[in-house]
């Protein structure tokens, strides 16, 4: 389990540098990475059309954020834990927003802004965080995949 684990995490890392990140941004600790890293996985399945993985990174990121209470707000494990349930894409969706609102405040709120590519999406009213600047919409999926406008 522990050797998943460190695997995971050096993908995080690696998936981290892909995405325009600076490895040396105090607000990137471990824990933020590895929140991150789970909460790309889940930005590209929903935008996919896709609940594959969402509820396991959701309970990774709600078990990371409960292990190290110091790096992120608790209201982002219990807004994952909310996801994890999600039992279709309209929910998960709608569970989505609130996760993503958290991190992209934490991430402002630490001078992140160049650790992760922002976009809004005016037809859902709502922002997320994914890697690279080619946009994925995770609340509108296939059917409006590139509606949205980057915001850094």
Known sequence: MKKVKTILLAAAIGLLGSAGAHADNPALTAPVKSVYAHY????????????SGVAGNADAIAKAV?????????????????????????SARAAFKPLSDSLIQYLTDHKARGAYVQVYC???NASWLQAGKNVSNPYMGRAMAECGEIQN
């Open 66 to 90: 409960q292990a190290d209470a110091k790096s992120l707000p608790a209201a982002v494990a219990t807004e994952a834990e909310t996801l994890a349930k999600a039992s279709d894409l309209k």
């Open 122 to 124: 005016p037809m859902a």
């Open 40 to 51: 790309l996985t889940i930005q590209a399945s929903l935008a996919k059309d896709s609940l």
